[in-house]
């Protein structure tokens, strides 16, 4: 069964400019959660979709933002990029994401660079 | 609040010992799970181990176990007969209730020697 899948795996871009990640979560998987992993402020929650809804949203301004599809794959988009924005951005797919002990799946993560 | 701390930013471990990883949390929700993962320099997060808060044994997966301690609001990592792969970042988490993201600690970087 395959895991989740994000790309690109490694992106560079420039200050101003807007990015789009994509993250296909495992097979049967409809939760997808986004999160920023950067060295000063550790993992943070983006946010989380289920069948397409946004159930839940991090403390991020509004340049971040997100979608889910009808096939569950999700994507997030950043603009007006700044130098802060550099990170490491990590998908999470889970069956359901109703209950505490359900397993959240990572991918290997997309690294952003923003000069 | 921090809902998780971590407290030991890096650790060293000889080949074939033994290391606990600490982990505090911070819930006033009755239910709630505890989940431990690995980061190796590939920036993967893998799951290692799971313990909800109604569970009464310590969990277990192989050279993983759990020590929980409810009342301290403590869930540690211990890592048994340590491998020179075991080498990585290691991240407390837990999921509240019926929210629907994980709160991770600021976790701790294990270097296992030979």
């Known amino acids: 069964k395959a895991g989740v899948t994000q790309t690109p795996r490694y992106l560079i871009k420039t200050r101003g400019q807007q990015v789009t990640l994509s993250c296909s979560p495992i097979s049967g998987h409809r939760s997808v959660s986004w999160y920023q992993q950067t060295p000063g402020q550790g993992l943070q929650f983006l946010f989380e979709?289920?069948?397409?809804?946004?159930?839940n949203k991090g403390n991020f301004p509004g340049r971040f933002s997100g979608r889910q599809f009808s096939n569950s794959r999700s994507e997030m988009n950043v603009s007006t990029l700044e130098l802060g924005d550099s990170a490491l951005y990590l998908c999470?797919?889970?069956?359901?994401?109703?209950?505490?002990?359900?397993?959240?799946?990572f991918g290997q993560g997309t690294r952003l660079t923003v000069v | 609040a921090q809902k998780i701390t971590q407290t030991q930013p890096g650790m060293f471990v000889q080949e074939k010992e033994a290391v606990t990883l600490d982990c505090t949390y911070d819930?006033?929700?009755?239910?709630?799970?505890l989940f431990w993962y690995k980061q190796p320099s590939s920036g993967e997060m893998i799951f290692l181990i799971y313990?909800?808060?109604?569970?009464?044994q310590n969990a277990t997966e192989g050279r993983y176990s759990l020590n929980f301690q409810k009342a301290r609001k403590s869930a540690n990592l211990v890592i048994s007969a340590s491998q020179l792969g075991d080498s990585a970042m290691y991240f407390c988490a837990m999921r509240e209730g019926n929210d629907y993201k994980l709160s991770f600690g600021a976790g701790t970087t294990v270097t296992v020697r030979a």
């Open positions: 999470a797919s889970s069956f359901d994401g109703f209950t505490v002990n359900t397993e959240a799946f």
């Open positions: 979709y289920f069948s397409e809804t946004q159930r």
């Open positions: 819930t006033s929700d009755q239910s709630y799970g």
């Open positions: 313990q909800g808060s109604y569970d009464e």
